[in-house]
T-cell receptor, first 111, second 120 residues
């Protein structure tokens, strides 16, 4: 069935360093790839997304890249700050109402 | 501010009890979803609904049912709660954000705050 794999499960970086989270999806029909951030005790919130006809998208310190051929997409956070500490979920959507999520990456940014 | 409201943040129930989790959205969204969140497993879809009185099974529907009598309200029902249903339950609603020239839209989810259920 449809599956999204996400790595690493935990990531610890020093403040100011970059963080990269990688995901792989199985369904080649997937056409929309959102990323959600969940701070401790709060609800997941959309932070950035990318469509299948775009290879890269950037919003200030965060960027997403998509390699359709390899079915890989990644989240890049530059100049990390303590408030970036959270769990990040990648997801894939094929248009049939279902959004499939990865298992999540817990990011720790050490001050 | 758009809102998805889950009626209970914390519930403690006993094995075999019937449990109702309520979710209300005020965004006039067509689609509503129930996810279960467990550490290391991400968010797994239990059921979803794309219209009033319509429902579809997600990836883990066993032991659950749903009800959507009104557009704004989507209820998750555990007919006979079991200890393996102890979890965080997240409700979400969505709209399709179309992109010019592309027939299929993007399913942008807005989540509720979650209901943490403990079954003893």
């Amino acid at each position: 069935g449809e599956n999204v794999e996400q790595h690493p499960s935990t990531l610890s970086v020093q403040e100011g360093d970059s963080a990269v989270i990688k995901c792989t999806y199985s369904d080649s029909a997937s056409n929309y790839f959102p990323w959600y951030k969940q701070e401790l005790g709060k609800r997941p919130q959309l932070i950035i997304d990318i469509r299948s006809n775009v290879g890269e998208k950037k919003d200030q310190r965060i960027a997403v890249t998509l390699n359709k051929t390899a079915k890989h997409f990644s989240l890049h956070i530059t100049e990390t700050q303590p408030e970036d500490s959270a769990v990040y979920f990648c997801a894939a959507f094929t248009g049939g109402f279902k959004t499939i999520f990865g298992a999540g990456t817990r990011l720790f940014v050490k001050a | 501010d758009v809102k998805v409201t889950q009626s209970s943040r914390y519930l403690v129930k006993r094995t075999g009890e019937k449990v109702f989790l309520e979710c209300v959205q005020d965004m006039d969204h067509e689609n509503m979803f129930w996810y279960r969140q467990d550490p290391g497993l991400g968010l797994r879809l239990i059921y979803f609904s794309y219209d009033v009185k319509m429902k579809e099974k997600g990836d883990i529907p066993e032991g659950y049912s749903v009800s959507r009598e009104k557009k704004e309200r989507f209820s998750l029902i555990l007919e006979s709660a079991s200890t393996n249903q102890t979890s965080m339950y997240l409700c979400a609603s969505s709209y399709y954000r179309s992109t010019s020239g592309i027939s299929s839209g993007a399913n942008v989810l807005t989540f509720g705050a979650g209901s943490r259920l403990t079954v003893l």
